[in-house]
């Protein structure tokens, strides 16, 4: 476990390097004059001038990119330029949102496409099996964006249950904030549910024609025990590694959901930013966000490794 660990850690290390090493050349040396880009191509020499000193743009590019790591090693993101803040500033605070809505949707989503995964695979060939991966088909062509309008026509204005849009903070109480993150939760998480219900069923088919499940069988275990006991705990390997891929690009692909709930999080600072052309905030949050998904990828290899021994060998 020990020479896997290694050699996973050298292949994060690398990726993340790699990762900084590509949004540093597409945000700071494929533009060409970052200022120009922030202050438009109106701006007076002077002001790029001062800009270029303040934002350090006169320095060689491989001398910014290391100061800009070593800045990220010491949690120090720079000031962004819009709002004349530390960056970590603003990623802790939009962090309390974004974090927990995605979390809430990966619960959501397992909660809901495990429980649908297995009873298709073990009602296979069946009425309700075809029903149910019909709609798991039609929700992994829904857009979660389009998802979460018709969420808010039915729940908040039809159905006045849920609040369309905002977030009260999480000092006005829990069940305040979680309220406001349902609907969003929801948009996010039922079309990952429904990629993983085809998955979780296709894993459980698979583990059920496995031999130690004929031997159970054979045993005298009935079809639900030998379900629950056998085929579903060994059918998780490839589910665990789907929802930590999940995770990952719930917590990264939140632009699009935040924006449409108004919702003042991580993905609505990205697009904020990108509208606002302040770069320093664009390139501190990509490569959080690329650095998050490595990073979760990571842990679901060591759980795969945990689960199953043979995840170890080399070049597996």
Do not use: C
Request: glycine share 8%; hydrophobic share 60%.
């Amino acid at each position: 476990m020990t020479g896997y660990f290694l050699r996973r850690a050298l292949v994060l290390l690398s990726t993340l390097l790699a990762a900084s090493l590509v949004v540093f050349v597409v945000l700071q040396v494929l533009p060409g004059d970052p200022a120009a880009l922030m202050l438009g191509t109106g701006a007076r020499p002077d002001t790029l001038a001062a800009l270029r000193h303040h934002l350090g743009l006169d320095a060689p590019a491989w001398l910014r990119y290391l100061r800009w790591i070593f800045g990220i090693l010491r949690g120090d993101f720079g000031i962004s330029y819009t709002y004349n803040v530390p960056v970590a500033e603003l990623v802790r605070q939009r962090s309390a949102l974004s974090v927990p809505l995605a979390l809430l949707a990966i619960v959501l989503s397992t909660a809901i496409a495990i429980p649908v995964g297995v009873f298709a695979a073990a009602r296979r060939g069946s009425v309700r099996d075809a029903a149910l991966m019909g709609a798991a088909q039609v929700g992994v062509a829904i857009p979660n964006f389009w998802l979460g309008i018709l969420l808010i026509l039915l729940f908040a204005i039809h159905l006045p249950w849920l609040p369309a849009s905002g977030f009260p903070g999480w000092g006005e109480g829990l069940w305040p904030g979680l309220r406001a993150l349902i609907l969003p939760a929801l948009a996010l998480a039922l079309p990952q549910a429904a990629i993983l219900a085809r998955v979780t069923r296709a894993a459980v088919i698979e583990t059920l024609g496995e031999d130690f499940v004929r031997t159970a069988r054979a045993k005298g275990l009935t079809r639900g025990a030998a379900l629950w006991r056998h085929a579903v705990p060994n059918a998780l390997i490839p589910v665990v590694t789907l929802i930590g891929l999940q995770f990952s690009f719930l917590l990264a692909g939140t632009v699009i959901v935040e924006n449409v709930f108004t919702l003042p999080g991580l993905g609505r600072l990205v697009f904020q930013a990108i509208a606002q052309r302040d770069l320093i905030v664009v390139q501190d949050l990509v490569v959080l966000l690329a650095g998050s998904v490595i990073l979760v990828n990571f842990t679901v290899d060591l759980a795969a490794a945990a689960i199953d021994p043979r995840q170890r060998r080399p070049g597996a």
